[in-house]
């Protein structure tokens, strides 16, 4: 059975750092590019990163660019994300979440989500 | 950047046809996929490449995708089915609609 098992949430203060992580399980982790999903109370889904299997592909929402770093260590099937200089519109519950690769393919399955709060 | 636009929301009778549409510039030429999400939960596949179902997903849940409108069709709508959904697609990053609360009256 596949489980995504987001971890690392909390209460921040703007300005400061916070790190994410998703431990995956039931299935090949090398082989799936993995992403970062958040959505803020009451509202849509955001996509806010993702990374390829080999982490040699990258990408990031223009919102997070230059702020946040995602990174994985297939070694310990793992997924993270650095969140820094946070700000209150990053306030959201943060998903991890599987795809084949960094392309057209959908997300297949989704974690519960770690919830970030931004406030001081 | 590219934009999908999603009607806020959309009512159906029990047992009616729904209809969930999303808007994009030639979206018929990208896969489409539809999540739905439940209050509290987290999203979930129903359909995806335009109108390709996941394992576990009943045959009244099917997607078309044709020129600037790609659509949800959820057949029979049934109490459970109420939730938001959300269209995605990939356009050199990936791309949500800002989602649809269907309500089943």
């Known amino acids: 059975e596949v489980q995504l098992v987001e971890s690392g949430g909390g209460l921040v203060q703007p300005g400061r750092s916070l790190r994410l992580s998703c431990a995956a399980s039931?299935?090949?982790?090398?082989?799936?590019?993995m992403h970062w999903v958040r959505q803020a109370p009451g509202k849509g889904l955001e996509w806010v990163s993702g990374?390829?299997?080999?982490?040699?592909?990258?990408g990031y929402a223009d919102s997070v660019k230059g702020r946040f770093t995602i990174s994985r260590d297939n070694a310990k099937n793992s997924l993270y994300l650095q969140m820094n200089s946070l700000r209150a519109e990053d306030t959201a519950l943060y998903y991890c979440?599987?795809?084949?690769?960094?392309?057209?393919?959908?997300?297949?399955?989704w974690g519960q989500g770690t919830l970030v709060t931004v406030s001081s | 950047s590219y934009v999908l636009t999603q009607p806020p929301s959309v009512s159906v009778a029990p047992g009616q046809t729904a209809r969930i549409t999303c808007g994009g510039n030639?979206?018929?030429?990208?896969?489409v996929h539809w999540y739905q999400q439940k209050p509290g939960q987290a999203p979930v596949l129903v359909v995806y490449?335009?109108?390709d179902r996941p394992s576990g997903i009943p045959e009244r849940f099917s997607g078309s995708n044709s020129g600037n409108t790609a659509t949800l069709t959820i057949s029979r709508v049934e109490a459970g089915d109420e939730a938001d959904y959300y269209c995605?697609?990939?356009?050199?990053?990936?791309?949500f609609g800002g989602g649809t609360k269907l309500t089943v009256l």
């Open positions: 979440a599987k795809t084949v690769d960094l392309s057209h393919h959908p997300f297949d399955y």
């Open positions: 039931g299935f090949t982790f090398d082989d799936y590019a």
């Open positions: 990374i390829s299997w080999n982490s040699g592909s990258i």
């Open positions: 030639n979206i018929g030429s990208k896969s």
């Open positions: 490449d335009d109108s």
């Open positions: 995605q697609v990939w356009d050199s990053r990936v791309v």
